[in-house]
């Protein structure tokens, strides 16, 4: 039974990225992003501000490197579609946009502190996180 559910889960996969590389769901995924773009332009020219981004969670991945968490809807936009970091780079966006990016697509907590876009109050607030996760973990350690 595990095997067949194995199979079944390995061909909607394939099925999904075959229609995610055609050019009907490419064009969808530029359209989104192409939306987004606008809907943040509409909100900074309304006056709202669009620097009042929460911060992602920050968690311990397997290797144990200190990370926000990946918000998995963002990686799969990046990874199937035309759209590409570089590609996002040339892109009109503030600081406090690029610096939620990063924690949308899982930046260590260590390299979020050397982008030129994250504000030192960013920083802070990950490298506090950081330190309490840090610290909760060793107090449950064995000594």
């Given amino acids: 039974m595990a095997d067949l559910h194995a199979r079944v889960l390995d061909r909607g996969a394939a099925l999904e990225t075959r229609a995610a590389s055609t050019p009907l769901a490419i ?10 773009v ?3 332009a509409g ?10 981004f929460s911060m992602q969670p920050i968690v311990r991945d397997a290797d144990g490197v200190v990370r926000f968490r990946v918000n998995r809807i963002v990686r799969v936009l990046l990874s199937q579609g035309p759209i590409t970091l570089n590609t996002l780079a040339t892109m009109d966006f503030s600081d ?14 260590s390299s979020f502190g050397d982008l030129s876009y994250a504000s030192e109050e960013m920083i802070q607030r990950a490298d506090t ?5 840090l610290g909760a973990k060793s107090e449950g350690a064995p000594k």
Avoid: P, W
Wanted: net charge negative.
């Fill in 27 to 36: 064009e969808r995924r530029v359209a989104a992003l192409e939306a987004l």
């Fill in 43 to 52: 909100r900074a020219q309304c006056g709202v501000s669009t620097d009042a």
């Fill in 129 to 133: 996180a950081a330190e309490q996760l």
């Fill in 38 to 40: 606008t809907l943040q």
């Fill in 96 to 109: 406090d946009e690029r610096a939620q990016f990063a924690q949308l697509i899982g930046y260590s907590v």
